[in-house]
C-alpha cells in the first residue's frame, strides 16, 4: 500500500516508511504541497495512493466522494515526526486491512 502524506506531515518520514508502506510520497515530493485538498485527492485517486491526513477536509471529501482513494485520519494532533511515524507503524496491519476492505472509505487512527 502507498502512502500520500498530507503536506502538514514531514516528508522526513517516508524513509522510516518506506519498508513497509513501499511507494509511499508526501505533498511536497509531489509538487502538491500548496494544492487545494481536492487536488490532492485526484492525484492519489489518480495515482493509487491512501492519504494520510490530520485534517478533516479528507473524510469530508471521502463522504461525498467514496473511494478510491482511502483515507487514513489520523486524530493525534499535532506531534512530532517520530510519533506519527511510531504511530503508522504500530497500526500497520489495521491499515493494510483497511486497504483491502472495498467497503470502507476512512480508518480514524489514534
Not at 18 to 37: C, I, N, T, Y
Not at 92 to 105: D, K, M, T, V, W
Request: glycine letters at 4%.
Amino acid at each position: 500500500m502507498k502512502l500520500l502524506l498530507d503536506q502538514n506531515l514531514s516528508y522526513r518520514m517516508l524513509d522510516e516508511l518506506a519498508p513497509v508502506f513501499p511507494g509511499s510520497s508526501q505533498a511536497m515530493r509531489l509538487e502538491l504541497h500548496k494544492a487545494e485538498d481536492r487536488a490532492i485527492w485526484q492525484y492519489a485517486k489518480d495515482h493509487g495512493f491512501t492519504i494520510v491526513t490530520l485534517d478533516s477536509d479528507f473524510h469530508e471529501l471521502a463522504t461525498l466522494y467514496g473511494t478510491p482513494p482511502k483515507i487514513v485520519w489520523l486524530k493525534c494532533g499535532n506531534r512530532p515526526k517520530w510519533y506519527v511515524v511510531n504511530l503508522l507503524l504500530k497500526h500497520r496491519q489495521q491499515i493494510e486491512e483497511f486497504g483491502r476492505n472495498p467497503s470502507l472509505a476512512v480508518l480514524e487512527v489514534y
